[in-house]
């Protein structure tokens, strides 16, 4: 699908300080329709759905705090909670409730947390492969006492301070680790997609624009039992998406579906991670109807 060549203006906003970018893709008295990337991405991997979108939506699509053209938190940290916050910020600030959100991966995460929070400030949603790991490994994770947790936490944070960005001599090298991650990818969205992920350096080298902060796994966070409860509080109709060729496991197999009121899975064959990559014509014409 070709791009429409004009593309999305970029905009900035503030949440607890942080100057944080976001582009609006125009069409403002339309319906508003907010695009949250993944975590290590960025709000350009939604240029295909939000150009198939724009005419019909208002899309505005934000950089999460620490990735693409927004500023990264100072002390390193990146919660869940405070995602979750600077979503809640963008739709106070940009007055969009009741508004339709789709979430990618940790997007996901955090669109289905605010809108267990805030259930009526959300028309409909769409998470793909954002529901979180699976039972197996929570019940896992929460058998490791706390002092363990945190003491690999504090462990893996140090390595991560000491970590440099990883350079590429140009941008085709970094357009091969693109292609590497995502087979699925045709040669024209990996180019665009690396192009927007790159800041080039002083040197002519060109590096990942994420902070690898980013990378740390939070010791804590909300209890299993707290975020199913959020899950059902969802009043909107939810659609799980769902890659038969990805990693992540899926709720309607492993019975957390059980805990939305008013969700269905969907799941894409020839689709590993990035359903609204792998199968964007299938993902855009499931989404038309859904929306």
Known sequence: ??????????????????????????????????????????????????????????????????????????DGNYTLAAFIYDLAQLIHQQ??????????????????????????????????????????????????PLAERMHEWIEETRRLSGRLPRRYASIDDALKRMQDANQHLSPEQARHLTQHSVNQNEDGTY?????????????????????????ARINSPTLLVYGKESWAANPETDGRLRHFRHARVVSFDGAGHWVHHDQLASFLDLLADFL
């Open 95 to 144: 007055e969009l409730a009741p508004v339709t959100i789709v979430g990618h991966s940790l997007g996901g995460n955090i669109a289905l947390r605010y809108t267990g929070i805030y259930p009526d400030n959300v028309r409909r949603l769409v998470a793909i492969e954002g529901v979180g790991a699976s039972p197996e490994k929570t019940a896992e994770r929460a058998r490791v």
């Open 1 to 74: 699908m070709a791009l429409d060549n004009s593309g999305p203006t970029s905009r900035i906003y503030f949440s607890q300080r942080l100057r944080l970018h976001y582009v609006d893709w125009g069409n403002p008295g339309a319906r508003p329709l907010v695009l949250l990337h993944g975590g290590r991405d960025h709000c350009r991997n939604w240029d295909w759905v939000a150009a198939a979108l724009r005419r019909d939506w208002h899309v505005l699509a934000p950089d999460l705090r620490g990735h693409g053209d927004s500023q990264w938190s100072s």
């Open 207 to 231: 590096s990942w624009k994420f902070d690898n902060y980013t990378r740390a796994s939070s010791a804590y966070g909300m209890p299993q039992t707290e975020i199913e409860q959020l899950w």
